[in-house]
C-alpha cells in the first residue's frame, strides 16, 4: 500500500471510531420520529410536547423538560403509567427502541 492509501485508511478508521457504537442510527431516529408523531397509536405527540416533533401535548410531562433517559422511556412505552397505555402490544421492540432512541437523541443538546 502507498503513503497515501495508507492514510486514507486511517482516515476512513478515525471517522469510523469517531461515531460511537451506541449512538442510534440515523434510520432509527428517524422512524422514531414518525412513530412519535404519528405512527404510534394514540400517538405520542397526541399527549407529550416535544420541540424537535413539533408535539405541543399537555396530557403528559413535557418531554423537552423531562429528559428521560432510554431505560425510561423503554421502561413506560411496555408498562404504561396512569393514564399513559402501555405500547407493548401495538408496538414492536425494535420501534419502541426507535422511539426511546429518538426522544433521548431529540432532548439532549447536539
Ligand atoms: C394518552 C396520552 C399519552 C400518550 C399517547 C403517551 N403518553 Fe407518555 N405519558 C402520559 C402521561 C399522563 C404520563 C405521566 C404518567 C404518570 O405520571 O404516571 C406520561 C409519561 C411519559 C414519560 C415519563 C416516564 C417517567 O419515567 O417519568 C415518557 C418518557 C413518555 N410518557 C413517553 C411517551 C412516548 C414516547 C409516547 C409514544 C409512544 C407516549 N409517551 C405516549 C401520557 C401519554
Not at 11 to 39: C, D, M, N, T, W
Not at 50 to 71: K, M, T, V, Y
Request: proline fraction near 6%; include cysteine.
Amino acid at each position: 500500500m502507498n503513503s497515501a492509501a495508507m492514510a486514507l485508511a486511517c482516515g476512513a478508521l478515525a471517522i469510523a471510531a469517531a461515531s460511537p457504537a451506541s449512538a442510534a442510527s440515523e434510520a432509527a431516529l428517524a422512524e422514531g420520529k414518525v412513530l412519535f408523531q404519528k405512527g404510534a397509536v394514540p400517538a405520542c405527540a397526541v399527549c407529550h410536547a416535544l420541540q424537535d416533533a413539533g408535539a405541543s401535548g399537555s396530557i403528559g410531562p413535557d418531554l423537552d423538560e423531562l429528559r428521560p433517559n432510554r431505560d425510561q422511556v423503554l421502561a413506560v412505552l411496555r408498562d404504561g403509567s396512569g393514564p399513559m397505555p402501555s405500547f407493548a402490544e401495538s408496538l414492536t421492540e425494535e420501534q419502541r427502541q426507535a422511539v426511546a432512541d429518538y426522544v433521548v437523541w431529540a432532548t439532549q443538546p447536539h
